[in-house]
């Protein structure tokens, strides 16, 4: 190296040793040697406004790396960054950044303040009449409930003063003390076991006895008129490390203050927040709530960021039911009826005065907008006729696939009826017919501004604090017409539901549907959003193949043409080899071709179901994960004489999985089977001795037959050259990676790690071994079916 060389390497170096030390902020003695990396590659594609994509296995201890790089370019004086923001999709990768955040504080050094950190929930986790069932507030209806009474509290703010409503509450809750009165045993509202200097039952106040929210009052009255509404939290968040909805709801409803109005004002002040995807990529969240926090000043840590993808899809799309374009059309029609009826009859008839001031109120609140009573009349035309077309659609589509429907309402099946070829994009029905039919794009367009003006003015003349259609119909409406038709896709989507009210033999007995906008290529969306932060990490134990990845989120896009740095590593498992066996079964691919329905006795079936009853009698609990429930059923009959209990995953509701879930931990080994497709094999911790094997049959491909999933292969096809790899093989070879990854999750755990079918094992036309990644091609070594059984005892013996 060149002089010049040495002076620069040394340059580097003296910068390097000036930067502050990241290893106080770490919560461990001593970090493994791929978290040092991790680290410090993060911090150093951070100084250039870049991402890290990394991929860890179980035992890398990603939080802790992710939390140590964040907090370190938080506290580094020479740093832009002021807060990390934690996005993940599973709760219980939410608890684990909450435990490693109290780690670090306990462990820091003893002159460091503690590092401030929230966890962001919703207004039903911190709301205290919510958790306290009282004013008629419960998580039906928190939401509508809190909104309405935040507005009456605004303008009865407006009227008087924050603090009078405030005292007047406090006066009422006095009262009730000094009579001794009792509510439910208690004349305090207690949430969280904390009482709040309020009575039960929301006060009224004003010359109409106004209803109000005496918790946003006090709020309001801690507000400064000019400063930061950091300023109106009462209590010093600076000192308590990681603040969680109970000590919201105890500190600030103690202080008789809105816990959630307090957690607003929070967000830009502490150093680490903690949420899920929906805080950063769903509009409606980010626009009312996190807006604050997409900044080039936030570190963006996106766990699970293998979930990104799929999750971010369903937050950019879109749709308007059947029920909701009818309950718009009422709506709009309360607003219409008033001033219509008076028009009609003449201005010199007879009215009531109660109908002349709601005729009056409506008039002066058009006014003061632009929207026309004429063209409310044409959206609600328009919403009309778009339920008459919805109805026809369905029923012509019913006819046509399942003649005798009416006859067999409970065995209708969710469905879907593409609305253009979902391979060959263009223009789709619905918005040709509408141009046939005189919806021209005027209406389209102005349907949102039409509709929030049809809420306002409900809000105005109502106060039922109830949840309005017509607004999220009429935005729908305006995004169906505004956004292309190569990238989204357009449908009716008929979802399988039950409503005695309507006919006998209407579909709207058993089904609600759906006009549904789907955007098929998310990567702009997220690149976009990602592009706001100042970098971040992506990390998952399954994120391979990198690349694709990259290309899918957008990274690739911020590398390319905005050029800011993606920066790819891969940690494979820490933990002693010796420990685990993994097996890449050569059995025959378990496809529908090959296998048959369940009932057949075929070559693949019989191949699959031997394997099952190997890996079944390993000791110990065993999962066994298959591509759908249908399946599923079928592999836990195949187990009919295993020696252990056989415990079936079946589409049920949170709470009969957490049941089963339990059921399975607890008492004798067992053998649960489910499906790929559930919430058994993501996000559960199955440590210790709770899982020692672990069988993956097949590689669980969604249907490639629905339209919706023909429109994101072709849309990936054109964005990327090979959409069923990008679009389908990748997806599904992640969510076999993920069960499989449950059975090792520590040092001294011990266990089997089998997946069966030879796509997994060979290399074909059809092969998914290249999906695995590096480190897994080398664990999973193929192997025969005739050599399974010796391999299987080798190990449990050896």
């Not at 008087?160 to 509450?169: E, K, N, R």
């Not at 109000?212 to 008129?225: G, I, K, R, S, T």
């Not at 769903?282 to 960021?305: R, Y």
């Not at 058993?510 to 990602?530: R, V």
Request: charged share 30%.
């Amino acid at each position: 190296m060149s002089s010049e060389g040495d002076e620069a390497a040394a340059t580097a170096d003296d910068e390097t040793s000036a930067r502050p030390d990241w290893r106080p902020i770490f919560g461990h003695d001593e970090p493994y040697d791929d978290q040092v990396d991790g680290i410090e590659t993060a911090i150093d594609t951070a100084d250039e406004g870049g991402f890290l994509a990394l991929e860890g296995a179980c035992g890398t201890g990603k939080t802790m790396l992710a939390l140590t790089a964040g907090i370190h370019l938080v506290r580094d004086p020479d740093s832009k960054f002021e807060r990390v923001f934690v996005l993940t999709s599973v709760k219980q990768q939410l608890r684990q950044f909450e435990e490693d955040l109290r780690t670090i504080n306990n462990n820091l050094p003893d002159d460091w303040q503690p590092i401030s950190a929230m966890t962001l929930v919703g207004k039903a986790d911190v709301c205290p009449y919510n958790l306290a069932n009282a004013g008629d507030i419960d998580d039906t209806n928190v939401y509508e409930r809190c909104e309405g009474l935040r507005e009456r509290t605004r303008g009865l703010a407006d009227e008087t003063t924050p603090g009078s409503l405030v005292d007047q509450a406090r006066s009422q809750q006095v009262g009730l003390a000094d009579s001794g009165a009792q509510n439910n045993g208690a004349s305090f509202l207690e949430a969280a076991g904390e009482p709040t200097p309020y009575p039960h039952d929301t006060p009224e106040a004003g010359d109409h006895d106004v209803e109000y929210c005496p918790f946003y009052a006090q709020y309001l009255d801690d507000l400064p008129e000019d400063g930061d509404p950091v300023e109106a939290v009462p209590f010093d968040h600076t000192e308590m490390g990681l603040i969680e909805s109970e000590d919201l709801v105890q500190r600030a409803g103690g202080h008789g203050s809105c816990p959630h109005s307090v957690m607003g004002a929070l967000l830009s002040h502490v150093e680490v927040l903690v949420g899920n995807y929906y805080h950063a990529f769903d509009p409606t969240t980010v626009e009312s709530f996190t807006g604050a926090l997409i900044d080039d000043e936030t570190f963006v840590v996106c766990d699970e960021a293998h979930m990104l993808e799929p999750r971010v899809r369903d937050l950019v799309g879109d749709s308007v039911s059947d029920r909701a374009l009818r309950d718009a059309e009422n709506e709009l029609s309360r607003v219409i009826q008033p001033v219509a009826a008076i028009e009609e009859a003449g201005h010199g008839a007879q009215h009531g005065a109660e109908a002349k001031q709601k005729a009056a109120t409506i008039r002066e609140e058009l006014q003061e907008t632009e929207v026309t009573l004429s063209e409310l009349r044409d959206t609600r035309r328009f919403l009309t006729a778009l339920g008459d077309e919805l109805d026809r659609r369905v029923t012509e589509h019913l006819d046509e696939e399942q003649p005798g429907w009416k006859r067999n309402l409970t065995d209708l099946a969710d469905g879907e009826i593409p609305l253009r070829d979902p391979e060959t994009p263009g223009t789709d029905e619905l918005t040709r017919w509408a141009e046939r039919n005189g919806f021209d794009a005027r209406i389209w367009t102005r349907a949102e501004t039409v509709c929030a003006v049809a809420k306002h003015v409900l809000d105005t003349l109502d106060d039922d604090d109830k949840r309005r259609a017509v607004s999220g119909v009429g935005r729908t409406l305006a995004t169906w017409y505004r956004v292309d038709h190569t990238d989204f896709f357009r449908e009716i989507e008929l979802e399988r539901t039950w409503d005695d009210t309507q006919p006998a033999e209407s579909w709207k007995r058993a089904y609600t549907a759906s006009f549904s906008l789907h955007n098929c290529l998310p990567a702009g969306a997220i690149g976009e959003q990602l592009g706001e932060f100042g970098a971040g990490v992506l990390m998952s134990a399954t994120l391979e193949p990198l690349d694709v990845f990259t290309e899918v989120t957008g990274l690739q896009h911020l590398e390319e043409e905005e050029d800011r740095p993606v920066v790819e590593r891969t940690y494979g498992l820490e933990f002693p080899e010796e420990n685990r066996a993994s097996f890449a079964l050569a059995a025959p691919k378990f496809t529908y071709s090959n296998r048959g329905d369940p009932g057949e006795k075929t070559d693949t079936r019989r191949a699959h179901a031997t394997a099952i009853r190997r890996v079944a009698d390993s000791p110990g609990n065993v999962l066994v994960g298959m591509p759908s429930y249908r399946e599923a059923e079928w592999a836990a009959s195949v187990l009919d004489n295993c020696d252990k209990e056989v415990l079936l995953d079946e589409a049920t509701d949170d709470v009969a999985t957490e049941n089963l879930k339990q059921e399975f931990f607890d008492g004798e080994p067992k053998v649960l089977v489910t499906s790929l497709r559930g919430t058994l094999t993501e996000g559960v911790d199955y440590k210790g001795d709770r899982l020692s094997a672990a069988i993956i049959c097949g590689v669980p491909i969604i249907n490639t037959a629905s339209p919706r999933t023909r429109a994101v292969r072709t849309a990936y096809d054109r964005a990327f050259g090979d959409g069923f790899k990008y679009a389908l093989s990748v997806p599904a070879v992640r969510k076999a990676r993920q069960a499989i990854g449950r059975v090792i999750r520590g040092p001294g755990e011990t266990g089997v790690r089998v997946l069966c079918d030879e796509r997994y094992a060979r290399d074909s036309w059809d092969s998914v071994r290249e999906l695995l990644g590096e480190a897994e091609r080398e664990e999973f070594q193929p192997v025969s079916t005739d050599m399974f059984d010796f391999a299987l005892e080798r190990f449990w013996s050896g």
